[in-house]
């Protein structure tokens, strides 16, 4: 599999000032990570262990607060690596909607409330293509019509759609310029269960037709197993399991993972599942050793003192718990 987005040793903090005194956020910290092309890629994980920050890092969208304090990110782009972070803020901006589209948490931001639908599609269209601007309708439509949305939702304005159209329209308007690679915040999150089908199906139809690759974010784990080829999981700012979906689901390898699995909802429970106990650290002073000591029936000494390498246990799938060797 080719390699479009590599990570290595990413580690990028917040930094934070309050009367004085800094606070330091180890939202990701010491990530490596590679992504090929044409698969869709998940990053699950509890809320707060770093998967947007994640995101925004892939992303070289490092503002303030947040800080990139060591590691290396390079995007393939013709073959050839390129190191995004170092590139200028008109270079990157020319990579956004042609090769890179950001799908944020609550994207309903995107669309401007004042404005039609078309107009938003216009504008994009307008900056970014060289074509004569009648096309541009005809562009939009066939666009819609290929995800299968009805083009009237054109004509309308953002408060006028429902909350899971407005999401699948942003996503059309996000993959209007055929990116290469899409990076999604939890899309799904805050619609109904129907709402949710629809935008998953919608995101499977993109990566289809467009033969792109998919990084998405979101801590429901059913949704992982519905939409993504490969996955990793976070916890306390680091990756602990990373593999091919279904394998991971078959055989989590990890405890935490194990237990994120155990919690999801199955068809005829009549009960809650059981939930993973304690709730997850801080990122400020973050436990020493394996970070999911405090919460893992199966921590030891030594997992309080040290932390256990990540380890290719098969071909493909790693996790980083003493339990596995190492
Ligand atoms: Fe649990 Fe130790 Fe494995 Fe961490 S290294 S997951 S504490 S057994
Ligand atoms: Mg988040």
């Given at each position: 599999m080719e390699t479009l987005v590599e990570g290595k040793n990413l580690k990028a903090y917040y930094v934070l000032e309050f009367w004085g005194k800094k606070r330091t956020i180890?939202?990701?910290?010491?990530v490596s990570l590679k992504i090929f092309s044409g698969e869709i890629y998940g990053i699950a994980g509890e809320s707060g262990c770093g998967k947007s920050t994640l995101l925004k890092t892939l992303l070289a969208n490092l503002e303030p607060p947040l800080r990139l304090f060591g590691g290396e990110l390079n995007y393939w782009l013709d073959s050839k690596p390129v190191n995004v972070v170092s590139l200028k803020e008109e270079e990157r901006r020319r990579l956004k909607w042609r090769f890179i589209s950001y799908i944020p948490q609550g994207s309903m931001h995107v669309l401007n409330p004042v404005k039609r639908i078309r107009d938003t599609f216009m504008e994009i269209l307008k900056s970014h293509v060289r074509r004569q601007k009648e096309t541009f309708l005809e562009m939009a439509i066939e666009h819609l019509k290929a995800l299968g949305l009805p083009s009237r939702v054109l004509d309308m304005f953002p408060h006028q759609l429902s909350g899971g159209m407005r999401q699948r329209v942003t996503i059309a308007l996000a993959t209007l310029l055929k990116p290469r690679i899409i990076l999604a915040d939890e899309p799904t999150t805050a619609l109904d269960v129907v709402a949710q089908r629809a935008v998953i199906q919608l995101i499977k139809k993109i990566q289809k037709e467009l033969k792109n690759t998919i990084v998405l974010v979101t801590h429901d784990m059913g949704i992982h197993a519905q939409v993504t080829t490969r996955m990793a999981i976070m916890y306390a700012g680091k990756i602990v399991e990373e593999g091919p979906t279904l394998e991971i689901f078959k055989e989590p390898l990890h405890p935490y993972t194990r237990y994120l699995i155990q919690s999801l909802p199955r068809v005829g429970d009549k009960q809650l599942r059981e939930g993973i106990p304690g709730s997850p650290p801080s990122l400020v002073s973050p436990p020493s050793g394996c970070r999911f000591h405090p919460r893992c029936p199966h921590a030891t000494q030594r997992c309080e003192e040290e932390e256990p390498v990540f380890l290719e246990v098969n071909p493909g799938h790693r996790a980083a718990c003493f339990l596995l060797g190492g």
């Open positions: 180890r939202a990701v910290d010491n």
